[in-house]
T-cell receptor, first 112, second 113 residues
Framework: GNSVTQMEGPVTLSEEAFLTINCTYT??????LFWYVQYPGEGLQLLLK?????DKGSNKGFEATYRKETTSFHLEKGSVQVSDSAVYFC???????????FGGGTRVLVKP | NAGVTQTPKFRILKIGQSMTLQCTQD?????MYWYRQDPGMGLKLIYY???????DKGEVPNGYNVSRSTTEDFPLRLELAAPSQTSVYFC????????????FGPGTRLTVL
């Protein structure tokens, strides 16, 4: 089955710093890849996704590129804000049942 | 448009008690899921359903039961609650395509003492 590994947090940054969160996956076939974000006290919401190799997902200044060669889907943002403080989850979707396999989550704290 | 709603938001149970976590979606999605999130961990799939009357086990189904009598509702039943079931429970739904987003409810925080 699928497995997803992402860098452990917490990651603490100053406002306007560059953010990278590494994510790698193992899967049979070509899963769809997702980044979900969880703000304090809330459920998960989709941040961005990519459904095939070399696709780039982007939203709210965040980007991630589906790299089949390195089985990676790293999340980046060029200039973070305090409002980006959250837990970020990388996930891979399995075709049967569209079941998601999540990474362990990375907590990001942005300080003013 | 309410999306995915869950009740209750919080609950404390004693060991051995039972309860049902409710989940309703108004997006006419065929696929629905229950996950648990333990502190500092990712989400693990408990059960899922691909349509009314059809359910299947996920990674961690022991101690739980589900039913799906309508498209909208997907309740999760805990029988004989144990401290190991202390967690935050999330319900989600999607239209079922591998490329589709899953939409999550706000979660139920359950403590078993």
């Amino acid at each position: 089955g699928n497995s997803v590994t992402q860098m452990e947090g917490p990651v603490t940054l100053s406002e306007e710093a560059f953010l990278t969160i590494n994510c790698t996956y193992t899967a049979t076939g070509y899963p769809s890849l997702f980044w979900y974000v969880q703000y304090p006290g809330e459920g998960l919401q989709l941040l961005l996704k990519a459904t095939k190799a070399d696709d780039k997902g982007s939203n709210k200044g965040f980007e991630a590129t589906y790299r089949k060669e390195t089985t990676s889907f790293h999340l980046e943002k060029g200039s973070v804000q305090v409002s980006d403080s959250a837990v970020y989850f990388c996930a891979a979707a399995k075709a049967a049942g569209n079941k998601l396999t999540f990474g362990g989550g990375t907590r990001v704290l942005v300080k003013p | 448009n309410a999306g995915v709603t869950q009740t209750p938001k919080f609950r404390i149970l004693k060991i051995g008690q039972s309860m049902t976590l409710q989940c309703t979606q108004d997006m006419n999605h065929n696929y629905m899921y229950w996950y648990r999130q333990d502190p500092g961990m990712g989400l693990k799939l408990i059960y899922y359903s691909v349509g009314a009357g059809i359910t299947d086990k996920g990674e961690v189904p022991n101690g739980y039961n589900v039913s799906r009598s309508t498209t909208e509702d997907f309740p999760l039943r805990l029988e004989l609650a144990a401290p190991s079931q202390t967690s935050v429970y999330f319900c989600a739904s999607s239209s079922g395509q591998i490329t589709d987003t899953q939409y999550f409810g706000p979660g139920t925080r359950l403590t078993v003492l």
